[in-house]
């Protein structure tokens, strides 16, 4: 089979999956629909490795396949196709949200097994993934469009999965209406690149791109800095990254999926797709590296201070979006897709890790509430561990690769782009400070209660499940967690899915070791082939230099953490007090909400105030309709006079009006 | 003799017809005048259809005779209806139709 049939395959089995779950929950036994929805991404994962081996298989100038169903549209000027396009980049993408996925579907098994929406979420989560894989296999703008669309519904659904729960309803609205201000920033920046390649599909735009655009013009860079609104939504980047914490209150496996490994992404998949556009708009490039900086430090500072063990995760996911988004903004694509795929397996394990510890506090998610679960979870404790260290980027784990890969090219560029890298190294510091923060608070120090109780035995589990945001008592009919809940360490399902992750987290980086061996390197090159900023195997100078700081800045930041949370536990409160200002400005995760409210939600809400109270009242109802009204109302008194229901009167208008009409005819002849 | 004549009866008759239609209140009343009308037509058209020398005026006459007929039928119908659910027999009574 060819690539391009495996690529239709990619889509086929979640979708089907998608559908008998959703059509078959009724009948579907017991828990079925979760083994359903694991082997449909499973199989799609299989197809994904199909493509691989195929396309491998053709020779390096050959490995860009586009393949169309049919025509929706074929006009001139238009051509809208069901088409896909199979290249290393997006066979890369489906191996990496396939992979990743088949795991977090087999954690799901178990983690979702006493909830009563159990077949719905697997509907969902199969649905999702299928979005992510029509995004990511999309050949043209249009099935590019719609992916993303799918992507950000399926989002809302799954973090309102529990819908009767206040705080989650309000957080699916939040990221979906961010979402959708970056889907309109996709379809706005399309029709930028459009409407001069006069083509829809991505391979002639491609080609298009140095033929109709000279660098720098003026339509092509509004055009990627509307394509660059788009990922920024979707990849949680300053200002629209407001979703992401929030949508924490989504199901862990749901944080795991879609807000560490594939949905916040696809940014940087869009960023690396789109860039033979990119490299001609150098100020769109500039714009992407800077904001992605800005995210990495910014919410670096923020994770440090949060308390709500998942919250500090998500900030952490934004922090290494922001490095992707700040590599393939400056041409370190390679890196940038690298640090991608270690990312979707640290952060997926370090959600999966943390789902347990708070299945083990009974829905508990505050690092206030933890600790000493060293004992009770040793198993988690490890992948805890391990996902933390990659995180932190200390040698041999993957994280150390990736992460310094991207400052290396980024380094490169030289010029001001030495303070983006002095920036990625502040950064890898407070991501080593927060990460370890989370290990030492949650499994080290006295054992609570729940702890002590797991360590006896008997997993604890609330009395009534509430809300831990408002304390609200939850409605069981939608879900949650029931007292059979089973955590982490006790579900086989759970156990192989973070094993294999742990696995994954440990040794994905030695795929690509610089100056040892460029797998990545090469195997993105036919994608990458027109790229000017595209480059292998030129890493040296920075290297050693980089790598060593990297090393040392990781051990500083969890030396640090040992001492302020570990040894002199004290020095916290202490440094809360001393720097009250920075302190609040980070816990309140620096006033972005309230600056979103006061900019946006607040001017927007007094329009629409002004256009009920006045405009309404005054001109819509008061002028056009009640005026039509009155035209109407007056003129029927006038015709109405004539009907007073007197037969003789009629008789009498007959014949007048019959004279009159003979008199005329005879006059007139 | 000439047409005129026969028109001029016509005319009479039609026009009494009209005024009793218009002037009266009581509906047998009116429907009598309608009858005049009716016939005060067919009048001129068995005169044209003389003058002429052909039937068509005839038939047609014939046809207005059976409509009236038809009319008359409903008409007493009508009144009888009225009558029985002791409503005034007065068409100025009868005005719920009005606007």
Not at chain 1, 284 to 312: E, H
Not at chain 2, 7 to 18: K, M, P, Q, R
């Amino acid at each position: 089979m060819s690539a391009t049939t495996f690529g239709w395959l990619v889509l086929l089995f979640p979708l089907l999956g998608m559908l008998i779950i959703a059509f078959g929950y009724r009948v579907l036994p017991g828990r079925s629909a979760g083994v359903i929805g694991t082997a449909a991404i499973g199989l799609a994962f299989l197809a994904a490795l199909g493509a691989l081996i195929s396309l491998q298989g053709q020779s390096p100038g050959h490995r860009q396949l586009s393949s169309s169903l049919w025509s929706y549209a074929s006009t001139v000027g238009v051509d809208a196709k069901l088409s896909i396009l199979i290249d290393p980049l997006s066979v890369f993408m489906i191996l990496v949200v396939t992979g990743v996925s088949t795991l977090i579907h087999l954690y799901s098994i178990s983690y979702m097994d006493s909830d009563r929406g159990y077949a719905r979420f697997f509907a969902y989560l199969n649905f999702f993934v299928f979005s992510m894989l029509l995004l990511v296999v999309a050949g043209n703008f249009l099935l590019l469009i719609v992916g993303w669309a799918f992507v950000g519904a399926a989002s809302y659904l799954l973090i309102s999965f529990w819908y009767r729960r206040a705080t989650a309803t309000s957080a699916g609205i939040k990221a979906f209406v961010i979402n959708v201000l970056g889907d309109v920033g996709l379809v706005l920046g399309t029709f930028f690149i459009f409407k001069h390649t006069g083509t829809l599909d991505f391979l002639r735009a491609f080609h298009a791109a140095p033929h109709v655009f000279h660098s720098g013009e003026a339509d092509l860079t509004a055009g990627c800095i509307l394509l660059l609104v788009g990922a920024f939504a979707k990849s949680a980047q300053i200002p629209l990254h407001t979703w992401l914490p929030d949508a924490m209150e989504g199901p862990t496996p749901v944080s795991a999926l879609i807000h560490a490994a594939t949905m916040v992404t696809a940014g940087v998949y869009l960023i690396a797709r789109m860039h033979p556009f990119f490299e001609l708009a150098p100020a769109a490039q500039d714009v992407g590296a800077i904001v992605g900086a800005t995210t990495l430090l910014i919410a670096g500072t923020i994770a440090v201070t949060q308390t709500d063990i998942k919250r500090v995760i998500a900030y952490s996911t934004m922090s290494q979006i922001g490095y992707m988004i700040m590599g393939v903004s400056v041409g370190a694509y390679a890196a940038g897709l690298f640090h991608l795929m270690t990312h979707a397996f640290f952060k997926a394990l370090l959600f999966m890790a943390a789902g347990s510890v708070i299945g083990a506090m009974g829905g508990q998610q505050s690092l206030d509430r933890m600790g000493g679960f060293r004992k009770a979870m040793p198993f988690t404790y490890g992948c805890f561990l391990i996902g933390g260290l990659a995180l932190a980027g200390i040698p041999p784990f993957s994280g150390f690769f990736s992460k310094d890969d991207i400052l290396l090219v980024t380094a490169e560029r030289g010029g001001w782009h030495w303070a983006l890298y002095v920036v990625g190294y502040i950064g890898a510091f407070l991501t080593a400070l927060y990460t370890f923060r989370m290990i030492f608070r949650a499994f080290h120090g006295e054992p609570v209660p729940e702890a002590r109780e797991l360590e006896a035995g008997h997993p604890h589990h609330a009395e009534v499940p509430r809300n831990p945001a408002t304390g609200e008592v939850e409605d069981t009919d939608v879900g949650f967690p029931g007292p059979e809940h089973t955590i982490a360490e006790r579900a086989l399902p759970m156990r192989v899915a973070m094993g294999l992750l742990a696995l994954g987290a440990l040794g994905a980086g030695l795929i690509q070791i610089p100056k040892v061996d460029f797998v990545i390197d090469d195997f993105l090159t036919p994608s990458f082939a027109g790229s000017a900023q595209y480059q292998v195997h030129t890493k040296n100078g920075l290297l050693v230099f980089g790598l060593c700081l990297g090393t040392l800045i990781g051990l500083a930041g969890i030396a640090l953490a040992y001492r302020i949370w570990v040894l002199q536990p004290g020095i916290a409160l202490a440094a809360r007090e001393r720097f009250g200002v920075i302190y609040r400005l980070c816990v309140n995760k620096w006033y972005f909400d309230e600056l979103i409210d006061l900019v946006v939600v607040r001017p927007a809400a007094f329009a629409g105030r002004l256009a009920r109270g006045a405009f309404e009242r005054l001109v819509i109802q008061g002028t056009l309709i009640d005026g039509t009204v009155n035209v109407v109302r007056a003129s029927s008194a006038v015709v109405r006079a004539a009907q007073n229901g007197f037969l003789r009167y009629y008789v009498a208008l007959l014949v007048v009006g019959v004279s009159a009409l003979g008199l005329y005819f005879l006059l007139q002849s | 003799m000439s047409i005129a004549w026969y028109l001029a009866v016509s005319a009479i008759i039609f026009s009494l017809g009209a005024v009793g239609v218009i002037v009266r209140r009581n509906p047998l009343v009116v429907l009598l005048c309608l009858e005049l009308m009716l016939n005060g037509g067919n009048l001129a058209l068995i005169a044209f259809s003389r003058m002429w020398g052909n039937g068509d005026g005839q038939i047609l006459a014939l046809v207005v005779m059976t409509v009236a007929a038809c009319e008359v039928t409903i008409g007493l119908g009508m009144i009888v209806a009225i009558y029985r659910r002791r409503l005034a027999i007065d068409v100025d009574e009868l005005r719920e139709l009005r606007g």
